[in-house]
């Protein structure tokens, strides 16, 4: 059953244009599938000898204290918007007055990374930030132990890649 989880998604590929194949189909037998990541089933999966067949991310509970705010972490740029693509959350929870946003504060140091000010102090929002060093809490940042989407500004959220 865990195999078969694997090929979850996949289908054929359009037919293509540059090659000779019978009239009548819609669906390319030459092009490589394809995958539909809306219907993959990506979470890891039981190998035959007891082992894991997995995407070789760390599982939540291995990861450091505080790995949102270690080298390598990732926010990507989410506009005015509070949902995120990587992680699974409700389809209510955006635009919804009783979810709490993460606001960070402007003497967070990953605020300070994120923001990336320029001379007058605005913002220069970038797609996606990368911490290239480890950064030290700051406030209700101590408190946490994972992160979703950040608050920089009003109207201006980051969504932490884990």
């Known amino acids: ?5 694997i090929w979850t998604g996949l289908d054929y590929a ?8 019978l009239e009548r189909a819609v669906k390319s ?16 999966k039981t190998s035959l000898d007891d082992g894991w067949i997995g995407d070789r991310y760390p599982l939540c ?10 080298v390598g972490a990732k926010f990507r740029f989410r506009g005015g ?27 967070s140091s990953l605020y300070k990374k994120v923001c990336n000010a320029d ?3 605005n913002c220069n929002f970038a797609n996606t930030v990368e911490l290239n060093e480890n950064l030290a809490c700051y ?3 101590c408190r946490v132990d994972t992160l979703v989407i950040v608050q920089i500004a009003p109207g201006a959220f980051y969504e932490y890649i884990r």
Request: negative net charge; glycine residues 6%; charged residues 35%.
């Open 61 to 70: 509970q291995d990861l450091p204290e505080f790995h949102f705010l270690r």
């Open 29 to 44: 037998r030459m092009a490589p599938m394809r995958i539909e990541i809306d219907k993959h089933d990506f979470f890891p």
């Open 81 to 107: 918007s509070t949902m995120p693509l990587s992680q699974e959350n409700p389809d209510n929870r955006d635009g919804s007055e009783h979810v709490k946003r993460f606001v960070l504060s402007p003497e």
């Open 139 to 141: 406030g209700k940042e």
């Open 1 to 5: 059953m865990s195999n078969a989880r």
């Open 119 to 121: 001379a007058d102090g």
């Open 14 to 21: 359009t037919r293509r244009g540059n090659t000779k194949e």
